[in-house]
């Protein structure tokens, strides 16, 4: 009887996942939705609706106002947050099986780390997390026990991530075994890229305090290349991502004896 709960509930956890998910995309494309329309096009009841968006309200990605919904506009991540949900979230949560209760890992800026972040929030006990991110320190400041070490440097407003020379000098500071990071784009020909000059200082920082670095990314960025250097192959240990990740590209990382852990977009 317990096993056949446990069975139904997963399977409405994960209908409901599928429908944020549903909810996002739809938002990403037509900006403002009302909650009748959402009802219409998913084919639940309005109530169900508007528990979703309670639910995704309080995770800071959408808005809701009289009778319909928008994204948080606030800030950029928000929007990478509401891209591909379903799928980070599942990578966020295959990733976060690595971790511990009490270890102690960075987290570099990112919608795959924030929802990593998140996730160790609401499943792990006694965790210290390190990050350049006033976004992932918000996102999860009142979750869990997670234990929360902001880095200071100048503060980039879009990202709203930490940069220069102070948060090197903050990420010195600290030895841990695991960094969990982003990644704009890859190639084989430059490694991992990214799109912004300073925060991938950041990360090249940050990873020379961590003994494995791991990047958590959908596998559209497999498909792209940012315009600066990030990180070396082979400054890589593990990536998790999802199942479609092209074939050559994979082969060509196990080549590299890089870890590469998939699961379903």
Do not use: W
């Amino acid at each position: 009887m317990k096993v056949l709960c446990a069975i139904l509930i997963e399977e409405k956890s994960d209908k409901m996942n599928k429908r944020h998910s549903k909810i996002l995309e739809l938002l990403t494309e037509h900006k403002k939705m009302e909650v009748t329309k959402l009802s219409e096009l998913l084919d639940v009841s309005q109530v169900t609706i508007r528990k979703d968006l309670v639910s995704l309200e309080n995770s800071g990605i959408i808005i809701r106002e009289h009778g319909y919904a928008t994204l948080n506009d606030s800030d950029d991540i928000n929007n990478r947050l509401a891209y591909h949900y379903d799928s980070k979230q599942r990578i966020a949560q295959k990733a976060v099986e690595s971790i511990q209760n009490g270890e102690t890992v960075m987290i570099e800026s990112g919608s795959c780390c924030a929802l990593v972040a998140l996730e160790i929030a609401q499943t792990k006990k006694d965790v210290t997390l390190i990050t350049n991110s006033a976004f992932i320190a918000d996102y999860i400041r009142k979750i869990g026990t997670v234990k929360i070490i902001l880095l200071g440097g100048e503060y980039q407003n879009e990202s709203q991530v930490m940069v220069g020379p102070i948060t090197r000098k903050c990420a010195e500071a600290f030895y841990v075994d695991k960094l969990f990071i982003g990644t704009d784009g890859f190639t084989k020909e430059t490694g991992f890229t990214g799109n912004d000059y300073m925060r991938s200082e950041a990360v090249r920082d940050m990873a020379k305090q961590a003994d494995k670095v791991i990047i958590v990314t959908d596998s559209v960025k497999f498909h792209q290349k940012g315009v600066v250097n990030l990180l070396r192959t082979e400054d890589v240990d593990c990536i998790y991502t999802d199942s479609d990740i092209p074939s050559e590209v994979e082969e060509y990382l196990l080549g590299k004896n890089i870890e590469v852990c998939k699961v379903n977009p």
